[in-house]
């Protein structure tokens, strides 16, 4: 039972890059999905959120307006379409399950390994 995060890359600063996040024995609808990320030398930082049942959408700051969430029930998917790249987006990122809405990564119980996300200025 796990999580898997993909489509993580080397990217140039101002291009794009879509997250995907999939449910390996674990369903994704009726849950809450956050998207963190972590970078070298700093603490885990809360990126996005989705509810299917509180129907919460949430940004951090440092991403509103430029990234997206999105999720698709028929392929047990939570995506994050990052634009406009900074090279401050670099780090890895994970995707994790939670019950309801939280921007603390210590109320998910499921999570997976992350993709890493490498952005050039």
């Known amino acids: 039972v796990q999580l898997q995060a993909s489509g993580g890359g080397l990217v140039q600063t101002g291009e794009s890059l879509r997250l995907s996040c999939s449910g390996s024995g674990v369903t994704l609808e009726g849950f809450g999905i956050g998207w963190f990320r972590q970078a070298p030398g700093k603490e885990r930082e809360w990126v996005s959120y989705?509810?299917?049942?509180?129907?919460?959408?949430d940004y951090a700051d440092s991403v509103m307006g430029r990234f997206t969430i999105s999720e698709d029930v028929d392929e047990n998917t939570v995506d994050l379409e990052m634009k406009s790249l900074k090279p401050e987006d670099a780090a890895i990122y994970f995707c994790a399950r939670a019950n309801g809405y939280s921007t603390n990564w210590r109320d998910y119980n499921y999570w997976g390994q992350g993709t890493q996300v490498t952005v050039s200025s």
């Open positions: 989705r509810g299917s049942r509180d129907g919460i959408r």
